[in-house]
Structures are given as C-alpha cells and as structure tokens.
C-alpha cells in the first residue's frame, strides 16, 4: 500500500552537498517538477545543515513536493521532516517511526539486494530503492544493479526507486521495469539550467502520473 504522503511517480531530486545557492537550485527543480526532494549533505555542520533542512521543507511545502532527510533521523526530527531515507548503517526503520512518529514515510536503499528489499518490506519500509543503475559520478563505487531488480520487487508491494547515473536519455527502460521515481543527483543539481534538468525527467511520466506536468 502507497503512504498516503507519497507523491504520484516522477522525478525524485537529490541534492549535491553544500553550495551557496542551494535554496535557489533548489527551488528551480522543484519548480521544474521535482515530486520529491532529499536533502543530503554529509558534513558535520550541525547548525547550517539545519538551517538549510527547514528552508528546504519550507519550499517543499509551497510546491506540493515531499521533503525527505537524507540519513539523520535526528535531523529529521529537529527541523520538523516527515519523511526520512535511510541507508544500510543509517539507524533502522522501527527506530526512524519511534523518533519521527508512526505516520513517517520511510524510504529505505536496498542496492543490489533482493533480499534486503524483503527484509525491509517486511520491516515496513514506505518504498525500496535500488542502485546504482549506471556509472555515477556521486558515488564512483556503489555496486551496480540490474533493472530485473524492479520487476521482481514489485511482490513487495510497494513503490520502488531506482538511482545511480541515471540521464532522461537511459531512463525509460528503468520505468518500464516499474521504477515509480527516478533519483537523480548531478543530472539535475550538476546542470546550468537547473530546472530545464528537472523538466527533462519530469516530462518522461506520464501527465496522469505526474502532477507537476
């Protein structure tokens, strides 16, 4: 069953780290249809980072997008975000609920694995990403998945999202194999015209799908 805060499917936006225009790139792909954005930034500023989680929540409420943390369930619980995504040593699910309340929405990275997409379906993650799918450039290392992963995850009956090098030139067969979101780092936030980048992906959906089209 899909967490009534889910969006439709679409483009899910991943941000790049600290930059000073990171509210203005932002809003732009937000702007340019953007269903989901996750704030991820792995420095050890404590004080901006939250400064910058709220301001990013604030955009996110003013476009209808949801606003995901990216591995802190602290940081989630401190700037107010109801939504969290958690990596393999990111702290649990039943841990992320206990802090963040039973109505989070908690998106969970499955890599490669099949068999840890079962375990956190099981869980009760909200949705199973999968990656990386091609080359990335944010994470050069990550282990590498096939698109078979999202058909035969689609048992565990939640939505998937599939990550890693993916440009709107190489997406579609990845939607076709079921992928709900597309996440995408550098294809959007690495782009001159950030949210011409956010368009581009948005407008592989569907318009029934897609309620920023």
Known sequence: MRHPLLP????????????EDLVVATEAALHGGAVMLQYRDKTSDAARRLHEARALMR?????????VVNDDIELAL???????????????????RARLGADAVVGVSCYDDLDRARVLADAGADYLA??????????PLARRADPELLRASAAFGLPRVAIGGIRPDNAAPLIEAGADYLAV?????GQADVSAAARRFAALFPASRNPSA
């Open 78 to 96: 401190a700037c107010g975000a109801r939504a969290v995504h958690l990596g393999a040593d990111d702290g649990d699910i039943a841990q992320a």
């Open 185 to 189: 780092v550098s294809e959007v936030f």
């Open 59 to 67: 955009l996110c409420a003013d476009t209808g997008a949801l606003f």
């Open 130 to 139: 999968f990656g990386a799918f091609f080359p990335s450039t944010t994470k």
């Open 8 to 19: 439709a499917p679409g483009l899910y936006a991943i941000t790049d780290g600290p930059r």
